[in-house]
């Protein structure tokens, strides 16, 4: 037994030293990774994640850079919704009155406050997209798969920024961040034989360089004198983005 206690002592004494060690060693290896994922944090060209480094600017389009405090419809939104045109997201998500007879393809337009049409002002991206004849636009020319977010100002904001009583509406062109090509597809079908279809595909080409494709096709039949529709519509958006701070669109 004496020999067996003499034995182990130097085993006991050799492990606590060991124990101290790989204490110190998992430290050291703590810091390390730290140091480590400082420098990932810092630098992203340590890792090859993704060839996409630039993140679209969310705001790219926007009128405002700065807290938002008026309604702002975003594509998500829409998901749930039910809608053959633009105009029926303004009646489902506004107080607008529908100035419209449910034909589709027609001016159905929509008022603000008892305002006509041409006190509205529809913006792209920041820029005014009315009518220089009527003053106005006709709502479903506006593709509502090409809208990230659309922001709607009435009363006296519409006023000071849009100089329209009724209403200013802009509309955020989409935007995708995506290496493989993204597709969707958008299919609706209602009474006098309207069908309508809209088909998106995008993709970062490059870290600095996106583009965007869609169509949109709609048609119905003329149950009454004027009323049928067969339109057609085709977008492309080629996006430059130099800079995380930097994006212009095509």
């Given at each position: 037994m004496k020999y067996i206690f003499l034995f182990l002592c130097p085993i006991i004494v050799f492990s606590s030293g060991l124990f101290d060690e790989i204490k110190k060693n998992d430290s050291l290896n703590l810091r390390d990774s730290s140091i480590v994922s400082d420098t990932l944090q810092v630098s992203d060209t340590t890792i090859a994640i993704d060839t996409v480094k630039r993140y679209p600017i969310t705001g790219h389009g926007s009128l405002f850079n700065l807290k938002k405090n008026f309604l702002s419809i975003n594509k998500r939104d829409l998901q749930l919704m039910n809608y053959a045109e633009f105009s029926d997201i303004i009646y489902n998500k506004t107080r607008a009155f529908k100035m419209g007879l449910g034909a589709f393809g027609q001016n159905?337009?929509?008022?603000?406050?008892?305002?006509?049409?041409?006190?509205?002002?529809?913006?792209?991206?920041?820029?005014?997209?009315?009518?220089?004849?009527?003053?106005?636009?006709?709502?479903?020319q506006v593709a509502t798969e090409f809208a990230e977010n659309i922001e709607v100002l009435t009363g006296s904001e519409a006023v000071v920024f849009g100089g329209k009583s009724g209403s200013l509406i802009n509309i955020e062109e989409s935007y995708y961040n995506t290496k493989k090509p993204f597709t969707r597809l958008w299919f609706a079908q209602a009474g006098s034989e309207y069908l309508g279809v809209d088909a998106t595909i995008?993709?970062?080409?490059?870290?600095?360089?996106?583009?965007?494709?869609?169509?949109?096709?709609?048609?119905?039949?003329?149950?009454?004198d004027n009323t049928w529709l067969k339109s057609w519509n085709l977008r492309f958006v080629l996006k430059w983005s130099p800079s995380d701070r930097t994006s212009i669109s095509l």
């Open positions: 159905n337009n929509y008022s603000f406050f008892g305002g006509m049409p041409n006190n509205n002002s529809t913006y792209i991206n920041g820029r005014n997209i009315n009518s220089l004849a009527s003053s106005f636009i006709n709502p479903y995008a993709q970062n080409i490059s870290k600095d360089w996106t583009y965007m494709f869609g169509f949109r096709s709609t048609s119905t039949s003329n149950y009454f």
